[in-house]
């Protein structure tokens, strides 16, 4: 699997969930525990093993993350003593994360740290109990990190989207980082009730957005505030691709995505779910590329033909919980 991936990947992740939830920005007390994720690429290998979650009572302690079958890497959760989300290691790597609140209790900057060195900070404007805009700046002028934290998952924007969505944002956002030259870009939260209907992002004059449209189902993953979990295609979607379609803030699951760039660019992305009791056992994302199966030389008209064929597969990604 590809190494690197893009630092920017945090950004999404981070979206403090919605106080209209009882819990405090940064607490996670979901009724139902994840206790294991397996996922399946849709190329014929089955499922295997990518993460298994451990908790103590109902503080979630630590996540083993799996590449392959082997034990990648683990990322730890430190807790303040209201019980909020404080920091998030990955020893590994030397890689670490830290949140800070106001004194409201509400997620007011984030922090990445490759070893000594801030790479990414993160602050988050609130209008009333819910996030409205945040702003980024990168300090990696290189506009990508090698960091294993950030490749394996440490990605706000996943949690926030779909993967292959985040995936297609951080590719957007490197490019038009350099383009632009700005080292700052900014996201724009419209609220629906208790879903994050859209997302506008601005990096310079360059602007993109998302739209999403939910399920009536309970979502996972909301107030989690994790650093590696799901970072997994920000830049190699076709590698990595599993699509996760939750995002911490909202309360639903994402069924709709639509991504619009200022340019004209615009893309759809569909989500499916299978459900036990109230939260999804299975979350599959369905696909179509175009795949060369053929090309020959055609005296005729002097040049190759090329001969392509529409191949459709279904990415799945599997939870367990703890019973």
Sequence with gaps: MKKSVLLLATLMFLVTFSSCFKDKEGEYKPKEKISRVFYDSGYGDGKSLIEIWRWSDKQLQSIDHYDEGDLDFTEEFTYNKKGQ???IDCYAYSESVEYKYDDKDKLSKMTYYDGNSIEMEFTFIHNGDKVSKIEIMEFDKKGESK?????????????MMPQDAAAEVMKTFIKKQAETKSDMATMDLVWEKDNVKSIKMYIGSYGYSYTMEYDDKLNPYTGFYNSVYCMENIVYPEDYGYGEGFFMYSKNNITTMKYIESDGDAETMRYSYTYEGKYPSVKRWTYSYEELVDFYYDYEIGEYVYVYETITRTKSTYYEYEI
């Design 147 to 159: 960091s294993r934290l950030m490749a394996k998952g440490f990605n706000p924007l996943s949690l």
């Design 85 to 87: 989300i404080e920091r």
